[in-house]
C-alpha cells in the first residue's frame, strides 16, 4: 500500500491530452513539493518534474505539473507513442522523514 | 555527467544479507550538495524507498525496513552501498541507486535527478 495514490492506469490517443493524479496527505503532498518520474520497463526512471512544476533541462514543454492541496497532476500533451511508460508521483514525507511513491501510473497510448 | 552503477550478486538465499554497492563516477559522492539513496522495485510492482545517506554519514530509512537496512558510503571509493539482511522471497527486486536533492524552502523539496540502471536481486534458495 502505497503512501500517494495514484490510478493504476490510463489510456489516450496520440495526439490527445492525459492527466494523472498522485493523492497524498498533509505530511506529504499537502506541505512539500512533488516530483514525477517516468519509467520505461528495463530502463532508469527519469525525472520528468520537480518542485511541483519545473522540468528538468531537455524534458518536452509537452510534460507539466501542478499541485493543490494534498493533490498533485502530471499533464502530458500531444502524446506519442513513446510516452507509454510508467509514471511515478514522489515527495518527501515529514512525518516518516523518509521518501515516499505512489503506487505508479500505466500510460497506454492507443 | 554524474553516472551511478550498481553491482553486487544477483541471487541471495533466504535469511542472508544482501549486499549492493553503487559507483558514482564524473562526480564527488562527497561534495556535500547532494543525498545518496536506494530504491527498489519488484516485479510487478511500483517503486518503494529504501533509504539514503549524506556524506556526514547521516541516513534516512522507510520505516518498514529500518530494522533491517544499513546504508553506508566509502568516499576514497566514491562508492555507497546497502546492506538488507534477513531477506526473503519478498526482498526479490530490480535495486537502483540515485542521486538525491533535498532541502526547505516553503516546504521539503525532494527529487532523484540522476539514477542508476537497476540490479535484479533473486532471493532463493
Known amino acids: 500500500q502505497s503512501v500517494l495514490t495514484q490510478p493504476p492506469s490510463v489510456s489516450a490517443a496520440p495526439g490527445q491530452k492525459v492527466t494523472i493524479s498522485c493523492s497524498g496527505s498533509?505530511?506529504?503532498?499537502?506541505?512539500?513539493?512533488v516530483s514525477w518520474y517516468q519509467h520505461l520497463p528495463g530502463t532508469a526512471p527519469k525525472l520528468l518534474i520537480y518542485d511541483n512544476n519545473k522540468r528538468p533541462s531537455g524534458v518536452p514543454d509537452r510534460f507539466s505539473g501542478s499541485k493543490s492541496g494534498t493533490s498533485a497532476t502530471l499533464g502530458i500533451t500531444g502524446l506519442q507513442t513513446g510516452d507509454e511508460a510508467d509514471y511515478y508521483c514522489g515527495t518527501w514525507d515529514s512525518s516518516l522523514s523518509a521518501g515516499v511513491f505512489g503506487g505508479g501510473t500505466t500510460l497506454t497510448v492507443l | 555527467q554524474v553516472q551511478l552503477q550498481e553491482s553486487g550478486p544477483g541471487l541471495v538465499k533466504p535469511s542472508q544479507t544482501l549486499s549492493l554497492t553503487c559507483t558514482v563516477s564524473g562526480g564527488s559522492i562527497s561534495s556535500g550538495s547532494y543525498y545518496w539513496s536506494w530504491i527498489r522495485q519488484p516485479a510487478g510492482k511500483g517503486l518503494e524507498w529504501i533509504g539514503r545517506?549524506?556524506?556526514?554519514?547521516?541516513?534516512n530509512y522507510n520505516p518498514s525496513l529500518k530494522s533491517r537496512v544499513t546504508i553506508s558510503m566509502d568516499t576514497s571509493q566514491n562508492q555507497f552501498s546497502l546492506n538488507l539482511n534477513s531477506v526473503t522471497a519478498a526482498d526479490t527486486a530490480v535495486y537502483y541507486c540515485?542521486?538525491?536533492?533535498?532541502?526547505?524552502?516553503?516546504?521539503?523539496?525532494?527529487?532523484?535527478?540522476?539514477w542508476g540502471t537497476g540490479t535484479t536481486v533473486t532471493v532463493s534458495s
Open positions: 540515485a542521486r538525491d536533492v533535498w532541502g526547505y524552502r516553503d516546504g521539503y523539496f525532494y527529487y532523484m535527478d540522476v
Open positions: 498533509s505530511p506529504n503532498v499537502g506541505n512539500n513539493y
Open positions: 545517506i549524506y556524506p556526514s554519514g547521516s541516513t
